[in-house]
């Protein structure tokens, strides 16, 4: 006996629109718009002595060996007093004038240490004399101190910029919340430059002189934005 056949199929569908995602929690307004701003100096954190010395005699040889001398004595008086060799360059220049022979040289020594570069400067002076001359030191700046005083001056705008902001939300008895955005807005670099006025020459500033006109100087203005949490928790903030 054949099976009876079953019954057609029915299938149910509906078609439903896609699930729109839920939009993004509007932000309350509740926000302290700020800016700040800092100004540092750092001085100068490498100088450059030049000493030039020379020697003119009938023979060569004694002129080489007369400024040959004098070279390693100052060459070991920096060493001993913790310069690196890198941070020592001699050039030297060899002619004859007339019926002599002139041999002169000149030595460029780098310090990080400027009361290393007194001792040394005042050793060679009292030991060498007038065969030997000493420029003044020429202070300067290696690039890593600059960005070190970029990055620092950017730092203290913004830690001058939120304690602002907590101090105009404690006004109110809120509390600073989170940032929403910090802008670094203005940048400035400067050098300590003497007024031309001033009748001082080059080579009669002091020491400290020189260090302050060479000294360095940022400021730094930024923009910041932060969230207002609500009532200040004072027993917060007395723990």
């Known amino acids: ?34 800016s700040g701003s ?16 020379g020697s003119r005699k009938e023979a060569a040889g004694a002129a080489r060996s007369s400024v040959a001398r004098r ?3 100052i060459a ?7 310069v690196p060799e890198e941070n020592m360059t001699v050039t030297e220049d060899f002619s004859r004038v007339e019926n002599t022979y002139q041999m002169e040289a000149e030595v460029c020594i780098i310090f990080s240490d400027f009361g290393k570069m007194q001792n040394v ?46 101090e105009v939300c404690r006004l109110f008895g809120q509390s600073l919340g989170k940032p929403v955005l910090i802008k670094e807005e203005e940048t400035k670099e400067w050098g300590g430059h003497i007024d031309s006025h001033l009748s001082n020459s080059p080579d009669s500033l ?14 730094c203005r930024v923009f910041a934005v932060f969230e ?7 027993r917060h903030k007395l723990l």
């Open 71 to 73: 070279l390693e004595y």
């Open 121 to 166: 400067c005042n050793l060679l002076i009292e030991k060498l004399g007038t065969s030997v001359t000493i420029s003044p030191p020429h202070f300067y700046h290696t690039p890593e101190a600059v960005a070190t005083l970029r990055r620092q001056v950017c730092v203290a705008a913004v830690g001058n910029t939120r304690r602002k902001a907590q």
């Open 38 to 53: 800092a100004e540092l100096s750092a001085g100068p954190d490498r100088a450059r002595v030049s000493l030039r010395l």
């Open 76 to 82: 070991q008086s920096a060493r001993q007093r913790g």
């Open 228 to 234: 207002i949490k609500g009532k200040e928790n004072r």
């Open 1 to 34: 006996m054949a099976l009876p056949s079953p019954p057609p199929a029915r299938v149910f569908a509906e078609l439903l629109p896609a699930p729109v995602p839920a939009p993004a929690p509007a932000p309350s307004g509740r926000e302290v718009h700020v």
């Open 206 to 219: 002091t020491l400290q002189e020189r260090i302050q006109n060479a000294t360095a100087y940022a400021s």
